[in-house]
């Protein structure tokens, strides 16, 4: 059976990739297990001077619980095997390491699909996955709604294109 990693932060770009997952599991027949696995930043010093570590790591282990609430809900509707994993420290890395740690074959992650030189400048976590990750990455591009055209648009068109016989 095979173990499914999915990147999970509480974004609609995150619930794709859940979606993607789920479907794989129940239209396609893959047998296997999704691990939502969610990535909270580690605590600054201010932070754990003003608050002190267990009131920290509380928070994390809640902040992250929140954020996968939605990606929780999903697959428990679904009825597909999960299990769920958080970790601290920088997103990619940290992935990866989870990724090996819980025996996972593969890794999904939502993207925005900007690509190219606008996904090198914002640091696409995606696009380094991909890099460094030792299993095989699926980016699970967001569908963006199609915008349907004005209707004064159509009207436009229309008087624009001769009549017949003209």
Same mark, same amino acid.
């Given at each position: +059976?095979?173990?499914?990693m999915?990147?999970?932060?509480?974004s609609d !770009?995150?619930l794709? *990739? /859940?979606?993607?997952?789920i %479907?794989?599991?129940?239209r396609?027949g893959?047998?296997a297990?999704?691990?939502?696995?969610?990535?909270q930043e580690?605590a600054?010093?201010m932070e754990?001077a003003t608050?002190g570590?267990? +009131?920290?790591?509380a928070a994390?282990?809640?902040a992250?619980?929140d !954020?996968?609430?939605? *990606? /929780?809900?999903l697959?428990d %509707?679904?009825?597909v095997p999960y299990e769920?994993e958080i970790g601290?420290?920088?997103?990619?890395?940290t992935l990866v390491d989870?990724v090996?740690r819980?025996?996972?074959?593969?890794l999904?992650?939502?993207?925005?699909?900007?690509?190219?030189l606008r996904?090198?400048?914002?640091?696409?976590?995606?696009?380094?996955l991909?890099h460094i990750?030792?299993?095989?990455?699926?980016v699970?591009?967001?569908?963006?709604?199609?915008?349907l055209?004005?209707?004064?648009?159509?009207?436009?068109?229309e008087?624009d294109?001769?009549?017949a016989?003209?």
């Amino acid at each position: +059976m095979y173990r499914i990693m999915i990147a999970v932060d509480g974004s609609d !770009l995150a619930l794709d *990739a /859940v979606r993607h997952g789920i %479907a794989l599991v129940r239209r396609g027949g893959l047998q296997a297990t999704l691990v939502l696995g969610h990535v909270q930043e580690e605590a600054t010093l201010m932070e754990l001077a003003t608050r002190g570590a267990d +009131m920290v790591a509380a928070a994390s282990v809640e902040a992250a619980q929140d !954020l996968m609430a939605s *990606a /929780v809900a999903l697959v428990d %509707a679904a009825g597909v095997p999960y299990e769920t994993e958080i970790g601290l420290g920088a997103v990619a890395a940290t992935l990866v390491d989870m990724v090996e740690r819980c025996g996972c074959d593969l890794l999904f992650i939502g993207a925005r699909g900007l690509g190219g030189l606008r996904g090198a400048f914002l640091g696409s976590v995606s696009q380094s996955l991909v890099h460094i990750s030792p299993v095989p990455v699926t980016v699970v591009k967001h569908a963006e709604p199609q915008e349907l055209p004005d209707d004064d648009d159509d009207e436009d068109d229309e008087d624009d294109e001769p009549a017949a016989g003209e």
